[in-house]
């Protein structure tokens, strides 16, 4: 019985009221996610691209990993950028962000983070073990300003160290990481709305719901398409928009446990992240994705009828 509660299902929500209280402690935090909730609940009940009960399943599952998967990321995105960065730190020390004038250097640091995430994003679909932890985000099934919660700690950390490490070799300061972080964070929760606006001038120059709902589309058509910024996919050729009509349809075959914030955390470490298919991509790269895996359980599906 999907309803019955469940020991996971608690323990998701009490660890979801823990994080709550933290935010009322600290009021700035509290604050903000007051104003999203403002913000997001009223756009998504009267431009709904799919209509949807606001507290839906998993919801609270998705709202815990919203409220604390921030300091595990913090802690996992700086491990990685120090370890990455111990080779290369004689580049640093050459501070050439520091030579360019500031009119350079802003264009330059936003080009750099916009590059870095599309490959950190893609590297996530085409190398199986990051699949493993990418796939938690991409079992959503039902989209909205919460769902963008939904990330594996160790998933969200390799895609931000990815985008950031340039900027720190660069020598950029810390204001640059901040702002960076501030921003494709907001940008995550716009993407992920569940409203049927479209943005005709905004649509081909930043990611809108319309543009990031493709990305999590089980249309065979979307499949690894817009793993960032529309003109950077644009460029490598993954882009995917069309004009006729709206992905509606969400998910992945991958055995992700759809409610319960440490079952998703440990979904990686299973037996059951390590038995998907592997499958030959396109780029000659054996890989576990959503995609193929899409297409393998409806082939599977057509073989049992």
Not at 261 to 289: C, E, I, M, N, W
């Amino acid at each position: 019985d999907p309803e019955r509660p469940t020991g996971a299902g608690l323990f998701t929500g009490l660890t979801c009221v823990a994080a709550l209280v933290v935010l009322l402690v600290v009021r700035d935090l509290a604050i903000g996610l007051v104003l999203l909730f403002l913000v997001f609940v009223p756009l998504e009940k009267l431009f709904a691209l799919n209509p949807q009960k606001v507290f839906r399943r998993a919801f609270f599952t998705d709202l815990t990993h919203f409220l604390v998967n921030n300091l595990l990321v913090t802690v996992a995105t700086v491990a990685l950028l120090i370890v990455a960065a111990i080779p290369f730190f004689w580049f640093r020390s050459l501070d050439l962000a520091g030579y360019l004038p500031r009119a350079v250097a802003v264009p330059l640091a936003v080009v750099t983070v916009f590059v870095g995430s599309y490959w950190g994003h893609r590297l996530t679909h085409e190398v199986p073990f990051l699949w493993r932890f990418h796939a938690v985000h991409h079992s959503v099934e039902q989209m909205d300003w919460v769902a963008s919660g939904r990330l594996h700690p160790l998933d969200a950390a390799f895609t931000q160290a990815f985008a950031l490490l340039p900027l720190f070799l660069l020598g950029y300061e810390g204001e640059a990481f901040a702002g960076a972080t501030v921003f494709l964070a907001l940008l995550a929760i716009f993407q992920h709305a569940n409203v049927r606006l479209r943005f005709p001038v905004l649509r081909w120059v930043i990611n809108t719901p319309e543009w990031h709902h493709w990305h999590h589309a089980l249309d065979p058509e979307a499949r690894d398409k817009n793993f960032g910024l529309p003109i950077v996919d644009k460029v490598f050729g993954t882009a995917y928009l069309p004009k006729d009509k709206r992905a509606t349809r969400f998910g992945i075959p991958d055995a992700v446990p759809p409610v319960g914030y440490v079952d998703q955390l440990a979904y990686p470490f299973s037996k059951a992240a390590r038995s998907q298919p592997l499958v030959d991509h396109p780029t000659g790269v054996a890989r576990r994705t959503r995609g193929y895996g899409t297409r393998h359980r409806e082939e599977v599906h057509d073989a049992d009828l």
